[in-house]
């Protein structure tokens, strides 16, 4: 399945029976956005043609998962000219350790701009994929611990995702594609009680999703501030 995304999004037309191969594979979900269309091609890459347009329609149709993983794509644009804490907002509560490695940065890359339009275009295909109705799931790879799934979630609604389209792609959209929605997914009674409680309303603004106060789990809640001293995190 993977190689027949590639080519459909790179206007090559894929042979019947690599498509019969990849169909019997079962490929039930695809990490990081550059898994579908080749790096080089990208940033030109035209959502509106009929290879593209053919490519969103075999995602659909075979019902696979897409974890887009934006945080991390937009943390590679990082350098002195884009510090990161101007668009992930959790490094200034990173411990000294973490810091040291994720708020280091150097001058602007010699294909900076590349890599600026190459971020764009990833955010154009989350939405493209949402809309499509392929089922988008939140990840994050790696960057800064937990923080950066904030950050995914706000680059959702970005991408045109509506605020608590957004936060399904957190909650009840992974619970679902893992068969894991009669348990877990959203609050409701005899679900496990595995929740946050957030100080503002995320519906109105995506980025109250980081102001998390408690969270319950298993029934038992826990106070956040506490949580990330802790583990040597500011809150």
């Excluded at 790179?10 to 498509?19: I, T």
């Excluded at 019997?24 to 979900?29: E, I, L, N, T």
């Excluded at 887009?68 to 101007?86: D, G, N, Y």
């Excluded at 994929?129 to 950066?148: F, R, Y």
Aim: aromatic share 6%; net charge neutral; charged share 20%.
């Amino acid at each position: 399945m993977l190689q027949v995304l590639v080519t459909a999004f790179e206007a090559v037309e894929p042979a019947d029976e690599n498509l019969q191969f990849r169909k019997k594979a079962g490929q039930d979900q695809i990490n990081r956005l550059h898994y579908i269309a080749r790096m080089k091609a990208i940033a030109a890459l035209d959502l509106n043609s009929p290879q593209s347009r053919r490519a969103l329609a075999f995602l659909v149709e075979h019902g696979t998962v897409i974890d887009p993983t934006l945080a991390l794509f937009e943390f590679m644009t990082r350098s002195t000219a884009k510090p990161p804490v101007t668009f992930e907002l959790g490094i200034a509560k990173i411990p000294p350790e973490l810091a040291a490695i994720l708020a280091d940065v150097g001058p602007p890359s010699p294909i900076a701009d590349l890599q600026e339009r190459r971020f764009a275009k990833f955010v154009a295909i989350t939405g493209a994929l949402h809309k499509a109705g392929v089922p988008i799931v939140a990840g994050t790879d790696q960057c800064v611990p937990g923080h950066s799934l904030h950050r995914e979630i706000e680059l959702y609604v970005q991408a045109g995702f509506t605020p608590m389209e957004a936060m399904q792609a957190a909650t009840i959209v992974p619970a679902r594609v893992m068969g894991l929605d009669k348990e877990v997914g959203t609050v409701e009674p005899g679900k496990r009680a595995d929740l946050i409680l957030v100080g503002g309303n995320p519906l109105e603004s995506i980025h109250n999703i980081r102001n998390v106060k408690y969270v319950v789990a298993d029934g038992k809640m826990y106070d956040c501030a506490e949580l990330w001293r802790s583990v040597g995190f500011k809150p």
